[in-house]
């Protein structure tokens, strides 16, 4: 094989073989497109739109009435709604977001191309994982800075960094768990309808839990704003572990998968 | 192409499992139906496939690019999205990405099956131009493809290979000559006076409604060569208006092969 004038061979070895050119080509789908800009605008309006409405119509609401539990404050309640909110809305379109990434690419034969190069499949599914920095940053930043600014101007408090931290570390957390675990759905399932129905019906199933009783979330948001951190850094914990391991277990199936 | 536990075997001395991205850094690979992302350019298909070889200035990576995209003149397409690209043209883009890192052996898998006659023979002139300076590998049902383009030929029936050789060699590689006449006439008595000659092997005869075409195999060039016309026009029904000694075609030789192999098996 002959080198062409200043060209070297690229140098990258192992798992890592073809990790960078996937990753830019990942990444360029995202901000190289008005993708991005699109979904800022779409979250901004679902995710600020919903939290103005709900915090418009608990301030009409009497005073005493206005939070489920005494102990929490109506500031407390309103980042309470927003995380609620965010986790089930930002679920829902990481789910939708993921759910093509492996299959389209398994059914469009664009997978069996690109391993055709001397490309590692870890590199291939890892690569997935460009969307998410795009998708953190319209999802849940945009939207959180937004937010901030509603519930200023409802309640003239702006939240700590003590408490929007653990607030949002539930929210990434919550929403890489749902990337990965469509990823891994991905390589495991053969339709795309059955991949985002499982990981959808995962996100109901949690999130009932926190909805039903309101006392997870509830719970966990009192002792954020009261600096008690051990609950919600638990969950954290337990939703990247999660997350770690969808993506190993998606990593060895799709090792496994013939084209 | 890719290889899975289980198979066996090497490529180029490497290890076909253990070994498959060093294959995939010297071989080039076109699938039948090339699949490429449908929203990016001829461009950047070569610049994103070119990138898993080398790295260094773009500029050098452009310069591949262009290169690739002259040697399949796609130079005036270079910027349109794929979605808009015939059969013929996403097969040059396909063979284009398969050589962007000048392989040892480039593999295509039947490079020029759906595509219409242009596009086949577009196909086929760059494979000539590739053949100066890569190894090519194909597979094909398109016998004059092969005649056109190819230095060795392996036949294979259901997966096992029944011919290997250099293309010349098996079109010259029947033992028997063969000379072809086409007649007008009675050519009955003629038949029978060649049949009993001991240096005539076989006569295949095709009738049609005008003339007769035989083609006559024979173990003994010299004697057929002179006696042959004079033995079939002797009683002066017959009239010649034909002769020579046939070409072979590959396809008679695939023919000819997988039909022995038939019959042996």
């Given at each position: 094989m002959q080198a062409n004038g200043t060209l070297r061979p690229t140098n990258e070895r192992g798992w890592r073989r073809g990790l960078a050119n996937l990753w830019y080509k990942e990444s360029h789908l995202w901000w190289g497109t008005w993708q991005w800009l699109i979904h800022v605008g779409l979250w901004a309006f679902l995710l600020n739109g919903l939290y103005g409405i709900v915090l418009f119509a608990v301030i009409q609401a009497?005073?005493?009435?206005?939070?489920?539990?005494?102990?929490?404050?109506?500031?407390?309640?309103?980042?309470?709604?927003?995380?609620?909110?965010?986790?089930?809305f930002t679920g829902a379109g990481a789910i939708i977001l993921a759910q093509g990434t492996i299959i389209g690419e398994k059914q469009s034969g664009t997978a069996a191309w690109v391993l055709s190069k001397p490309v590692s499949r870890t590199a291939f599914l890892l690569a997935k994982c460009a969307y998410l920095p795009g998708m953190l940053l319209t999802m849940l930043m945009i939207p959180w800075i937004v937010a901030i600014l509603e519930t200023w101007l409802v309640t003239r408090q702006i939240p700590s960094l003590t408490i929007m931290l653990p607030l949002l570390g539930w929210q990434v957390s919550s929403l890489v768990f749902f990337f990965c675990l469509t990823l891994l759905l991905g390589t495991l399932c053969r339709g795309r309808t059955l991949t985002a129905g499982i990981s959808l019906l995962v996100l109901v199933l949690l999130n009932q839990l926190v909805m039903s009783t309101l006392k997870v979330g509830i719970t966990m948001t009192r002792d954020i704003i009261s600096g008690q951190f051990l609950f919600p850094l638990q969950v954290i914990i337990a939703l990247l572990c999660g997350a770690g391991i969808c993506l190993f277990i998606a990593i060895k199936r799709f090792e496994r998968e013939e084209f | 192409m890719v290889f899975y536990k289980g198979e066996s075997g090497t490529l180029l001395g490497y290890d076909i499992v253990r070994e498959s991205i060093a294959i995939r850094?010297?071989?080039?690979?076109?699938?039948?139906?090339?699949?490429?992302?449908?929203?990016?350019?001829?461009?950047?298909?070569?610049?994103?496939?070119?990138?898993?070889?080398?790295?260094?200035?773009?500029?050098?990576?452009?310069?591949?690019?262009?290169?690739?995209?002259?040697?399949?003149?796609?130079?005036g397409k270079a910027d349109r999205p794929i979605r808009g690209f015939s059969g013929g043209e996403r097969q040059r883009l396909g063979i284009a990405q398969a050589q962007i890192n000048h392989p040892d052996v480039l593999i295509l898998d039947e490079p020029a099956a759906s595509l219409d006659p242009l596009g086949r023979r577009d196909v086929l002139e760059i494979m000539q131009r590739l053949r100066q300076s890569t190894t090519i590998f194909y597979s094909t049902h398109l016998l004059?493809?092969?005649?056109?383009?190819?230095d060795r030929v392996a036949i294979l029936k259901q997966g096992e290979l029944i011919a290997q050789a250099p293309i010349d060699a098996l079109l010259a590689?029947?033992?028997?000559?063969?000379?072809?006449?086409?007649?007008?006439g009675e050519t009955q008595a003629a038949y029978t006076r060649l049949t009993q000659q001991p240096w005539v092997s076989t006569i295949k005869v095709e009738a049609l409604p005008d003339r007769t075409i035989w083609q006559v195999a024979v173990n003994d060039e010299r004697t057929a060569q002179a006696q042959l016309v004079a033995l079939v026009t002797a009683d002066g029904l017959v009239n010649v208006i034909g002769f020579g000694r046939k070409q072979y075609e590959?396809?008679?030789?695939?023919v000819s092969l997988v039909e022995e192999k038939n019959h042996a098996s």
């Amino acid at each position: 094989m002959q080198a062409n004038g200043t060209l070297r061979p690229t140098n990258e070895r192992g798992w890592r073989r073809g990790l960078a050119n996937l990753w830019y080509k990942e990444s360029h789908l995202w901000w190289g497109t008005w993708q991005w800009l699109i979904h800022v605008g779409l979250w901004a309006f679902l995710l600020n739109g919903l939290y103005g409405i709900v915090l418009f119509a608990v301030i009409q609401a009497p005073a005493e009435a206005r939070t489920p539990e005494p102990g929490l404050t109506f500031f407390g309640f309103g980042l309470f709604l927003f995380t609620i909110l965010t986790l089930i809305f930002t679920g829902a379109g990481a789910i939708i977001l993921a759910q093509g990434t492996i299959i389209g690419e398994k059914q469009s034969g664009t997978a069996a191309w690109v391993l055709s190069k001397p490309v590692s499949r870890t590199a291939f599914l890892l690569a997935k994982c460009a969307y998410l920095p795009g998708m953190l940053l319209t999802m849940l930043m945009i939207p959180w800075i937004v937010a901030i600014l509603e519930t200023w101007l409802v309640t003239r408090q702006i939240p700590s960094l003590t408490i929007m931290l653990p607030l949002l570390g539930w929210q990434v957390s919550s929403l890489v768990f749902f990337f990965c675990l469509t990823l891994l759905l991905g390589t495991l399932c053969r339709g795309r309808t059955l991949t985002a129905g499982i990981s959808l019906l995962v996100l109901v199933l949690l999130n009932q839990l926190v909805m039903s009783t309101l006392k997870v979330g509830i719970t966990m948001t009192r002792d954020i704003i009261s600096g008690q951190f051990l609950f919600p850094l638990q969950v954290i914990i337990a939703l990247l572990c999660g997350a770690g391991i969808c993506l190993f277990i998606a990593i060895k199936r799709f090792e496994r998968e013939e084209f | 192409m890719v290889f899975y536990k289980g198979e066996s075997g090497t490529l180029l001395g490497y290890d076909i499992v253990r070994e498959s991205i060093a294959i995939r850094q010297r071989v080039g690979y076109l699938a039948q139906d090339p699949r490429f992302y449908e929203q990016m350019t001829a461009r950047e298909t070569l610049r994103f496939a070119a990138r898993f070889f080398y790295a260094g200035p773009t500029a050098a990576i452009e310069d591949r690019v262009v290169e690739a995209l002259d040697l399949v003149g796609l130079t005036g397409k270079a910027d349109r999205p794929i979605r808009g690209f015939s059969g013929g043209e996403r097969q040059r883009l396909g063979i284009a990405q398969a050589q962007i890192n000048h392989p040892d052996v480039l593999i295509l898998d039947e490079p020029a099956a759906s595509l219409d006659p242009l596009g086949r023979r577009d196909v086929l002139e760059i494979m000539q131009r590739l053949r100066q300076s890569t190894t090519i590998f194909y597979s094909t049902h398109l016998l004059d493809d092969v005649q056109r383009v190819s230095d060795r030929v392996a036949i294979l029936k259901q997966g096992e290979l029944i011919a290997q050789a250099p293309i010349d060699a098996l079109l010259a590689g029947s033992d028997k000559v063969t000379y072809e006449l086409t007649m007008q006439g009675e050519t009955q008595a003629a038949y029978t006076r060649l049949t009993q000659q001991p240096w005539v092997s076989t006569i295949k005869v095709e009738a049609l409604p005008d003339r007769t075409i035989w083609q006559v195999a024979v173990n003994d060039e010299r004697t057929a060569q002179a006696q042959l016309v004079a033995l079939v026009t002797a009683d002066g029904l017959v009239n010649v208006i034909g002769f020579g000694r046939k070409q072979y075609e590959l396809e008679d030789i695939f023919v000819s092969l997988v039909e022995e192999k038939n019959h042996a098996s």
